[in-house]
């Protein structure tokens, strides 16, 4: 009984603890995912060479995020620099598939099966930062891409990222959708601003 009674503190504690952890557990905050960057698509326009215009291309997106709950796109800290995760109930690949199909329109490229170009989402994440005031946001998008001909032959596989940072209100949806956008802007526009693509796409013959 007197063993019992000895562990009635440790048992206090441990259980002290466990509130604790739960009590700073922040909740998430939840966003919808709209495309508004801060500048337009027309302020950064891929140089395409003669000839690029011309061939046409299917377009595919592939969600390759590896994280366990696919509705979290970002992280953000309080005041008291407690993590909090950001969430989505929108459907990212639906998002980002419908941006790069907008991008890709507004900077000439024509849909059509003599190219065929397959984007990998490997990351899409936004950053919050919290400050004295307001916070600090930085928005993290990466992609993978291969590009085929008409056949299906790889003509050119790559990595890019895009990335982004603004100063904002704290735990704003508007910044939240602004450095996203931007990142995933970035990223396609230096995807198609890739060298290498744009002459494996314009010559049909693969780069390595």
Do not use: C
């Amino acid at each position: 009984m007197r063993h019992s009674t000895r562990r009635l503190p440790v048992l206090f504690s441990l259980a002290f603890l466990v509130l604790a952890s739960v009590a700073a557990a922040q909740s998430p905050v939840s966003t919808s995912l709209t495309f508004k960057p801060q500048e337009g698509v027309g302020s950064d326009v891929p140089l395409f060479p003669e000839g690029f215009t011309e061939k046409s291309a299917t377009l595919k997106l592939v969600d390759a995020r590896t994280a366990k709950d696919p509705t979290t796109i970002g992280e953000g800290t309080d005041r008291k620099d407690r993590p909090f995760p950001i969430q989505t109930s929108d459907d990212v690949k639906g998002y980002a598939s419908d941006v790069l199909s907008r991008v890709a329109e507004q900077w000439g490229v024509k849909s059509g099966k003599d190219r065929q170009l397959t984007v990998k989402l490997s990351r899409f994440f936004v950053t919050e930062s919290r400050k004295a005031v307001g916070s600090m946001y930085s928005g993290d998008v990466t992609i993978h891409y291969t590009l085929a001909d008409g056949r299906g032959r790889t003509l050119k596989s790559g990595t890019v990222q895009g990335d982004t940072k603004r100063y904002g209100r704290a735990q704003s949806r508007e910044n939240y959708n602004e450095v996203l956008s931007d990142a995933l802007k970035d990223a396609y526009y230096n995807m198609f601003n890739d060298e290498d693509l744009k002459e494996a796409w314009v010559s049909g013959k693969a780069k390595k």
